[in-house]
């Protein structure tokens, strides 16, 4: 299952640009920030939402995913009903399917560097603590360096090209959004509590 934010002016813009076949994007679902919930795409079939990618060793993410559009520009909130009704969904989705919360991806996780959404004000904890998405749980790593750090992050399922810098960004926006500065000690904590082998669904 992969978690996007739209990046456009709002819910019926985006609508209709996932239903426009010249568009060649769509997605499972859109959720609107008043938490109204559109059911695009079968759960069955492919959906054009994730694009070019790895996570966890897989590529063609869109054949094996789940997409939830949330309507979001990125750069504010995501919005209480909005998020409910993501809980909810998710909630259906994964007792459906049988995914276990570490198959809740964002796009960011699997495109790093092309993909930015959900984005750092999005809250992961918030499904963690619901057992709908990985916790991150943060315990000692081993020493902080970029050879380990890389090592480390392959397990837990980003596997994407990215050079040292991309794949620290890329962990952090998921793990440490508000973390700054050069790889550190409670990066490796951070990645050393994620669960490894994470697969999208």
Known sequence: MVIHFTAMTGAQAALARLCDPAAEVSAHYLIGGDGTVWHLVDEAMRAWHAGAGEWA??????????????????????????????????????????????????????????????????????????????GCDPCRGPKPTPDAFRAQAERAGFTAPADDALLLDTVRLRLRPWATGPLDAQDMAALAGFPGDMRAT
């Open 57 to 134: 060793g897989m590529r063609d993410i869109n054949s094996r995913s789940i997409g939830i559009e949330l309507d979001n520009t990125g750069a504010h909130p995501f919005a209480e009903p909005q998020m409910a009704a993501l809980e909810e969904l998710l909630k259906g989705i994964l007792s459906r399917h049988a995914i276990p919360p570490r198959g809740v991806i964002g796009h960011s996780d699997m495109a790093p560097g092309r993909k930015a959404d959900p984005g750092p004000r999005f809250d992961w904890a918030r499904l963690a603590r619901q057992g709908l998405a990985a």
